[in-house]
């Protein structure tokens, strides 16, 4: 196996967070119709290939996210293959161009520790405010801060806010 490339960990039921950018960190996603339709394709393709998205957070030219794996863990590939095929379709009719490569790639980790887990739920929920675009995370309409804030256990949710997010390593240089 080539060094470069290490073999992906799926497991049924276990936490994945992904990390996708686009092609040269373009902001196809710069509005807000554009940012919902990610953001509703996002729902739409995990629910369709069994994912339990636990937090989310969608922009211009990344989008990040935590789900949860079903019992077929490897259909982690398709669901991004169809959530990246959808979208550039999209965008692109909007744009008026065919065959546009809109999306670099994708990022997966297998978050087989729970204090990573933890911390990376935290880290995708304030992500709008790490790269300033809101003072307040749950002030962003496109990520799950708000909606995490009210689902959650409050114990659940104190928890999470406790984990400082300095020190997680996510590529995130969008």
Known sequence: ?????????????????VTAGTLHKENFFRSTDR????????????????????????FSNHYHFIAQAPEQADTLKPMIRRLHSLTARKVNQLD???????????????????KS????????????V?????????????????WFERQAEPTFLRKVESFGIEHVNVVDDF
């Open 117 to 128: 887990y933890l911390a990376r739920l935290r880290y995708v929920n304030h992500n709008p």
């Open 130 to 146: 790490h790269h300033g675009l809101v003072a307040v995370a749950t002030q962003y309409p496109f990520c799950s801060a708000a």
């Open 35 to 58: 940012l919902q339709l990610l953001q509703d394709l996002l729902h739409e393709t995990a629910q369709l290939h069994g994912w339990a998205l636990q937090s989310w957070a969608v």
């Open 96 to 114: 008026g161009v065919t065959g546009r490569q809109v999306w670099f790639q994708y990022w997966d980790t297998c978050l087989t520790y729970e």
């Open 1 to 17: 196996m080539w060094h470069h490339r290490p073999a992906h960990l799926f497991l049924p039921n276990l936490f994945y967070m």
